[in-house]
């Protein structure tokens, strides 16, 4: 890894090619088909140039070869991911199959990404909602009526009755909508298989995340939770509209409201394990660069969940060196923050392993580390599968950061409230 220096997507993006090129996992490949693609349409590009670069160097061309991969899994992934990119950079990406060599240029021309239309199609549905938005805080929600109701005027749906779907658009009365939302989270906790959803998942999908954006809160909570059931219910065949969904969710980690941020948290670990982990925390840490320190913040707290619940199948070694700069961030929150992310790490990885991969450190955040791995509280996961942080004392260690990124105690639940579906509740670790 090298010196601590500015995080640098170029660099997580070769990473991630490289897994797709050498992992011996084929459900790995397959992930980080995927994960490339959503850490790709997140990241912020200082000039259209320097995205097309990158395109041509990285993406495209580790997602072409891919294609040849002898999993079909992750020949399949790969073609999702590549119509994901054309979606986005029609002409960025045909410029970069050009410079692509003739065996990879022939195979991408000849596979047409006929059999991924379906993305493409969902991409058009969506794809006013998905590049809108800037990832960052979200607006303060209005609590009463007025105001579009999520952008739903004029959609339709099959699956469900004319009467409730009325109701979903009633731009003038939020309590209208927040019943009828409510209303429609039961029908699809009351299907019985994906069969039965499978026809109307488009269309659904279409208005799930649309009603993201409505300026009711409560509303934007029950559509996160329905998101979630509809990942409990499709498992791995959600994957088609991952490069839609991370987009929305990644938005939603820097969000003013704990609780949206504890909905969304709930939605990401859900993806985690629908689509396996390491891809969607590849994602994740691909933005750990924002901004805003509560994204980056909200990135390091996904993270250990997914160690906690997942940790045999993340790439650990990747994780230290995408983590590890944050021991220098401007926010102590942060700060203290990776330094519990590390902790989990090195208690995974071993004394050994761990300081092999670990970049070189300034002497005094190395001493801060080195403290703090004397300390043998790690952050658990509790019987609802929510973060708890430990008390730990020494030096800068219990000054600050008495609350986590959510803003409840140190120590106590970190992802939401106390109802709804449990996730994994052990750490492999402890």
């Known amino acids: 890894c090298g010196k601590v220096r500015d995080h640098d997507v170029r660099l997580l993006l070769r990473g991630v090619a490289e897994c797709i090129q050498h992992s011996p996992s084929e459900e790995q490949r397959a992930e980080c088909c995927a994960a490339l693609v959503t850490i790709y349409s997140t990241a912020k590009y200082r000039t259209t140039g320097m995205e097309e670069l990158t ?175 509809l990942i409990s219910l499709m498992g791995a065949d959600i994957r088609p509209f991952e490069v839609l969904l991370m987009p929305q969710l990644q938005q939603k980690l820097g969000d003013n409201k704990t609780l949206v941020r504890h909905a969304n948290a709930k939605v990401v670990v859900k993806m985690m394990g629908a689509l396996g982990p390491d891809g969607i925390v590849s994602a994740l840490l691909g933005n750990l660069s924002h901004e805003s320190w509560r994204v980056r913040e909200e990135i390091l707290v996904l993270t250990m969940q997914g160690l906690l619940a997942f940790e045999p199948r993340l790439n650990l070694d990747a994780i230290v060196c995408a983590v590890a700069p944050l021991l220098d961030d401007e926010k102590t929150k942060v700060k203290l923050t990776a330094i519990e992310s590390l902790a989990l790490l090195h208690a995974a990885m071993g004394a050994d392993r761990f300081f092999s991969v670990l970049p070189t450190l300034d002497g005094q955040v190395l001493r801060l580390l080195e403290v703090r791995l004397t300390q043998p509280q790690l952050p658990t996961l509790n019987a609802e599968g929510m973060l708890e942080l430990p008390t730990v004392r020494g030096n800068g260690l219990d000054d600050t950061s008495s609350t986590s990124g959510a803003g409840t105690p140190r120590g106590a639940s970190r992802t939401g409230d106390r109802g709804g579906d449990q996730e994994p509740s052990r750490s492999p670790m402890r």
């Open 55 to 229: 395109l041509q160097e990285v993406v495209v061309t580790a997602l072409a070869a891919a294609l040849a991969d002898k999993s079909p899994a992750v020949s399949k992934s790969a073609m999702h991911a590549l119509e994901a990119v054309r979606t986005r950079a029609s002409d960025a990406f045909m410029a970069a199959v050009e410079t692509l060599p003739a065996d990879l240029q022939k195979l991408v021309k000849s596979k047409k990404l006929s059999s991924v239309a379906v993305i493409e199609e969902q991409a058009d549905i969506v794809g006013e909602i998905t590049h809108k938005d800037d990832m960052g805080v979200a607006a303060e929600s209005q609590e009463s009526g007025g105001g579009e109701a999520g952008g739903l005027g004029g959609m339709s749906l099959s699956f469900v009755p004319a009467r409730l779907l009325e109701d979903l658009q009633d731009a003038n009365n939020w309590r209208v909508r927040a019943l009828a939302v409510e209303e429609l989270q039961g029908l699809v906790k009351a299907v019985h298989g994906p069969a039965e959803i499978q026809p109307h998942l488009a269309q659904l999908m279409e208005f799930l995340l649309a009603l993201l954006h409505d300026p009711n809160f409560k509303i934007e909570i029950t559509a996160l939770q329905t998101i979630g059931d």
